[in-house]
Every structure is written in C-alpha cells, then in structure tokens.
C-alpha cells in the first residue's frame, strides 16, 4: 500500500535548479554596477557629510562625537551593502 504523497519528492530532498542563485528560497546573485554604486553614494556621503579629524572644519565637543556617530553610521550602512552581496554568491 502507498502512502499519500509516495511519489512526490521527499521532504528536504532539493529540486533540480534549487541551489542556483535567484531558484526558490535563494536571492537574486548580486549586481556587481548595484553593489559599487551603493558604496559610491555612501562613501561620497561619507566625505560630503562629515568632517575628517585634521581638517580646518573639524568641530570641538559634542558636535565631534556626532560626527564620529554619524560616519560610524555611514560605514555600517556600506558594510551591510557588502555583506548583503556576499551572502548571494555561490560558495564553492
């Protein structure tokens, strides 16, 4: 006697094309132009936004820990970027 569902695939089994980028459960393999122009934007973002220790425009105070804040922020935003794109290449 069969049980229902004998001739379907097993649970776990993959289906054919499954372990391929942007297959059922997997995302879209990253855009190489997307990714480095997301990190452009954030990196000019980063100069235009912010002033670097040393430069004339630095800030004492307060208005130099927001700053320091604020470019943590930046380069955390462009680490996820990377991190994002790297989760979607296929590992060997």
Known sequence: M???GANGP???APLPGQHLPG????PEPA???????????LLTELATRTSWPGSPTAAEGAESG???TRRARILEQAHDVLVQ??????KI
Do not use: M, Q
């Open 2 to 4: 069969h049980a229902p």
């Open 10 to 12: 097993r649970p776990g």
């Open 23 to 26: 297959g059922p459960g997997r």
């Open 31 to 41: 855009d190489p132009e997307r990714i480095r122009s997301e990190i452009d934007g």
């Open 66 to 68: 927001t700053d320091i």
């Open 85 to 90: 794109a790297l989760a979607t290449v296929d």
